[in-house]
């Protein structure tokens, strides 16, 4: 990956070519912006010495990993400056006051929980950025229009419990009943780990935020800065890019019944393979992903009896369906059901599906998008316009979007690898999103002062 024309340029270069204000800058400041991107790197690191997997990382929603990386966040926050405390899903809240006590916030965050086998930067290196953003405006000296949040959600992956978004979803105020009696591998309900966990399940309510609260519960809008997760800004050779949606998924559950017979005395005239039939469903659902310009993945396929002299009478796989618009998304999933169904008939198999995951895709909120733009050109020092990216990966936005604006920032990761090992990024990238980070906030504010 290179790293042409990405190096953040310092304070005193900025203001000497007139991209930010000299009040925008600390002329205080210890930390160059390489600097502050070393100790991120250093923290990702530091983050992925906790773990439940041997050899890996793994954290997952309310485990003994989720409190170790809690506490933390509190050091970092607190020695940020930021009054932190934790919500009633066990999210972890920094927060610094704008020109006076108790208004609305602008909250930036991203999550600390993985998936198995992660890499390190998937969520902590937004969380590490937005609590750097904030160091670096307390330490100005210049007073926001609105107060400043740094938000470490724990559940975004959906590991443990099979539901994605838990703590952005209590923030949004759309938790619902059905969640608590969510079971994870080893039968502990969701209600069960909230309450071995110290957290009270009668108040997970009490997480949840409004736009439309002009008191100190109040939110202007949400930012988030993340890794890509894909090859597009590596392809063009930048390091950040502006996300102008988030991709809504469908995922499902598809069995394919046919009949478990003795593979050695029954003719292939006779059979009912269910796997033959499931793979060729497993084709179908390629080309009409390619051919509609979706993402279409079959992740997970399981077959019964499973007898190496057995002719297999079920088959089960998944299905993760994704589009930029719901309407394509959608349109592409009535032609995969169709393929199916001729499949299914003319192998003479029986087809079950269910639909298990329904999320809408979301939109970025212009303003917000212009912010994080000028935040990018102002620390680039280009004049272009930043890559316009739709998110192909959910994120916590997708659920607080439910509540209030939102916008993204990503940062270019190396060959697109992510919820893996070799999940990398460059410090100059992180550097220079440091700087667009904390130059969208500013941009952000000038707006919401006019």
């Known amino acids: 990956m290179s790293a042409h024309d990405v190096t953040a340029l310092t304070d005193t270069e900025r203001i000497g070519t007139g991209q930010i204000d000299a009040g925008q800058a600390d002329p205080a400041r210890n930390d160059t912006s390489m600097a502050v991107a070393q100790r991120i790197m250093a923290r990702c690191d530091e983050l992925g010495t906790h773990s439940a997997m041997e050899g890996g990382i793994e954290r997952?929603?309310?485990?003994?990993?989720?409190?170790?990386?809690?506490?933390?966040?509190?050091?970092?926050?607190?020695?940020?400056?930021?009054?932190?405390?934790?919500?009633?899903?066990?999210?972890?809240?920094?927060?610094?006051?704008?020109?006076?006590?108790?208004?609305?916030?602008?909250?930036?965050?991203?999550?600390?929980?993985?998936?198995?086998?992660?890499?390190?930067?998937?969520g902590p290196l937004g969380v590490l950025l937005a609590i750097e953003v904030a160091r670096r405006i307390g330490a100005s000296g210049r007073k926001l229009p609105f107060a400043?949040?740094?938000?470490?959600?724990?559940?975004?992956?959906?590991?443990?419990?099979?539901?994605?978004?838990?703590?952005?979803?209590?923030?949004?105020?759309?938790?619902?009943?059905?969640?608590?009696?969510?079971?994870?591998?080893?039968?502990?309900?969701?209600?069960?780990?909230?309450?071995?966990?110290?957290?009270?399940?009668?108040k997970v309510g009490d997480a949840a935020r409004s736009s439309q609260d002009s008191g100190p519960r109040g939110v202007v809008g949400y930012l988030e800065a993340h890794i890509e997760q894909g090859v597009l800004l590596e392809d063009a050779d930048r390091p950040l890019g502006v996300v102008t949606s988030i991709a809504g998924a469908r995922r499902f559950e598809i069995t394919i019944t046919g009949e478990a017979r003795h593979a050695g005395g029954t003719p292939y005239s006779r059979r009912k393979d269910a796997l033959v039939g499931a793979s060729e469903a497993v084709v179908a659902i390629e080309r009409i992903g390619k051919e509609r310009e979706v993402i279409a993945t079959v992740g997970q396929i399981r077959v019964e009896p499973g007898g190496v002299n057995v002719v297999p009478g079920k088959a089960v796989f998944s299905l993760d369906l994704r589009a930029e618009f719901d309407q394509k998304r959608d349109d592409a999933w009535v032609l995969i059901q169709a393929a199916l169904e001729e499949i299914c008939t003319r192998r003479r198999l029986v087809l079950g599906i269910k639909q298990n995951h329904q999320a809408r895709s979301v939109s970025c909120a212009p303003r917000l998008m212009d912010a994080v733009r000028t935040g990018i050109q102002q620390a680039t020092g280009l004049a272009e316009e930043p890559m316009r990216i739709w998110s192909r990966a959910g994120h916590d936005a997708m659920a607080v979007a439910e509540m209030c604006d939102i916008a993204m920032m990503f940062v270019r990761c190396h060959d697109g690898?992510?919820?893996?090992?070799?999940?990398?990024?460059?410090?100059?990238?992180?550097?220079?999103?440091?700087?667009?980070?904390?130059?969208?906030v500013w941009a952000l504010a000038e707006d919401y002062r006019s």
């Open 148 to 202: 400043l949040e740094t938000y470490a959600f724990h559940e975004e992956e959906g590991v443990r419990f099979g539901a994605t978004l838990l703590c952005s979803r209590a923030l949004a105020g759309t938790w619902t009943d059905d969640l608590w009696e969510l079971r994870d591998a080893d039968e502990i309900s969701v209600r069960q780990a909230f309450e071995t966990f110290g957290l009270d399940p009668q």
């Open 417 to 440: 690898i992510s919820h893996a090992p070799d999940e990398s990024v460059l410090v100059e990238d992180v550097a220079v999103a440091l700087d667009a980070y904390e130059a969208a």
């Open 60 to 122: 997952v929603y309310l485990s003994p990993e989720h409190a170790e990386v809690d506490a933390l966040a509190v050091g970092w926050m607190s020695e940020a400056g930021l009054t932190t405390w934790q919500d009633a899903s066990g999210s972890r809240i920094g927060r610094l006051e704008g020109v006076r006590p108790g208004l609305p916030a602008l909250i930036l965050g991203s999550h600390l929980d993985t998936v198995p086998d992660a890499g390190r930067y998937d």
